[in-house]
């Protein structure tokens, strides 16, 4: 049992790392709040003065500010959906014995180190291309015509290469979760005449339920910040405008760093109205 010597030494030796910690969240998140009730225009005379919440009411008044707020919801329902239903299944392919299960286990998790913007360049040019991309050869030679995926389709072209580039997490997460299952439990529902359904039904997925807990939360504080595969292929035309870069144009067009934090702040709270929700919706999952 820890006396009390060694719980003060503990904290003690913590205190650098909290306090590091602490000041590195807290002193962007108040000159964010600061900036956002202040006129501040760097490139026109700096400091104008105190705003109030002027910047508050033009960023939500704005008539892109709704739909921002829902295409970034959409792609991130949309890519939570493709990762986790397709994780599951890449994790139930790779825990099955095959010949150079490493090379393939590595080869399907290497999408999750490449740059988010090299990966958007290489769907936007190598792929999604109307002219020379491999879907527009593919298309041709079944005798249709190309999509201009980008601009026809362009949310769900979105929601494809973030989903590229997330699956390989959420795969490596829940294969680590089916490799701690109890493989007695499986023979013996075997052995009892449990089809291979039931059997997944049943043991595999209520197994699963902690691991995709997990892969939800963390890929929704990330996916909420969505910007460089936007930036990359539509930059924000199409309907693929998220809040993240709807406050990158607004920074951007008018010079007025007051307004950007004001966003900035509507995306902290959109955020944490997120995480609240997947708290009480899946949080459950972690207490069990």
Same mark, same amino acid.
């Given at each position: ?152 389709? /362009?949310?769900?072209?979105? %929601? *494809? @290469?973030?989903?590229?580039?997330? !699956?390989?997490?959420?795969?490596? &997460?829940?294969? #680590? ?33 902690? /691991?995709?807990?997990?892969? %939800? *939360? @963390?890929?929704?504080?990330?996916? !909420?910040?969505?910007?460089?595969? &936007?930036?990359? #292929? ?38 944490? %109205? ?15």
């Amino acid at each position: 049992m820890a006396t009390r010597h060694s719980r003060s030494a503990a904290r003690l030796m913590m205190a650098p790392a909290v306090i590091l910690l602490l000041g590195w969240m807290l002193v962007p998140l108040t000159m964010t709040l600061w900036f956002s009730f202040r006129k501040y225009l760097p490139l026109r005379g700096g400091d104008l003065g105190w705003a109030g919440l002027e910047n508050y009411s033009r960023f939500v008044s704005s008539s892109a500010f709704w739909p921002s707020v829902q295409a970034t919801l959409i792609i991130v329902g949309g890519v939570l959906a493709i990762t986790v239903c397709l994780g599951i299944l890449l994790a139930l392919l790779l825990d099955q014995p095959m010949w150079g299960q490493g090379v393939v286990r590595i080869l399907v998790i290497a999408p999750f180190f490449v740059m988010p913007t090299v990966s958007a360049l290489v769907w936007k040019n190598m792929f999604m291309d109307p002219v020379n991309g491999l879907f527009a050869h593919l298309f041709k030679a079944f005798g249709a015509e190309p999509v201009s995926w980008l601009s026809q389709a /362009a949310l769900p072209s979105i %929601i *494809l @290469i973030v989903s590229w580039q997330w !699956l390989p997490f959420a795969t490596l &997460i829940l294969l #680590t979760a089916i490799q701690s299952l109890d493989r007695e439990q499986l023979e013996a529902a075997e052995m009892d005449g449990a089809p291979p359904l039931k059997r997944f039904w049943h043991i595999i997925l209520p197994h699963l339920s902690r /691991a995709v807990t997990v892969v %939800i *939360l @963390i890929q929704t504080i990330f996916l !909420l910040s969505v910007f460089a595969e &936007i930036f990359v #292929t539509t930059q924000g035309a199409f309907g693929t405008r998220t809040l993240t870069y709807l406050i990158f144009q607004r920074v951007l067009e008018s010079q007025n760093v007051g307004l950007g934090s004001a966003g900035g702040v509507y995306a902290i709270i959109l955020a944490n %109205i997120v995480a609240l929700f997947l708290m009480r919706i899946v949080g459950k999952n972690l207490d069990r």
